[in-house]
């Protein structure tokens, strides 16, 4: 049995029982919305917004090229996250690396690679100091933890390059 309603596909009915169509758009639209966002939010968790990954991994160099710092973004507190520095030495074959309070605030240090051959406190930070390799280089690896939640901003430089470093990193809980 044929209606007239039938004829229209998109257009409000009462048999077999009553519709509103114009609702039912307004909510399939959100529906699309919905499905879209949670597709955004797997593809950045996937690109490393929420911890490692693309958009999470970044280096920055000082302008002199001496000092190249390799890390992570983003962090999940508690979790332990790489970071590797490279300095240049100076005439007298040593690399010191300065870190800052706040990273040490912010980080616990879980392991440090290779051992500096000195290490000692300077302000609320570390001094480490390191020998060259054949090149003039000095590379260390770090194993930080994070403990906190939130904004963190640390600085790291060296006693023989230029302007020291900031590491901006987010801590998700």
């Known amino acids: 049995m044929s209606t007239p309603d039938d004829k229209n596909e998109f257009s409000s009915r009462q048999y077999p029982i009553q519709e509103d169509l114009c ?98 406190s300077y302000g609320s930070g570390m001094r480490l100091t390191y020998l060259a390799d054949d090149r003039g280089w000095v590379q260390t690896h770090l194993s930080l933890r994070a403990q906190g939640v939130g904004l963190s901003r640390s600085v790291v430089s060296t006693l023989t390059s230029g302007p020291a470093l900031q590491l901006t990193q987010f801590i998700y809980p």
């Open 23 to 120: 609702v039912q758009k307004r909510i399939w639209m959100i529906e699309r919305i919905g499905w879209h966002m949670l597709c955004a939010i797997v593809i950045l968790t996937l690109l490393g917004l929420f911890s490692k990954g693309p958009l999470s991994h970044t280096e920055i160099q000082s302008p002199d090229g001496e000092l190249i710092i390799v890390y992570e973004r983003f962090a999940r507190n508690g979790a332990s996250m790489p970071v590797t520095i490279k300095a240049k030495a100076g005439a007298d074959g040593k690399a010191t690396i300065l870190l800052d309070g706040s990273l040490l605030d912010s980080f616990s240090v879980d392991s440090l690679q290779p051992e500096p051959v000195e290490s000692r």
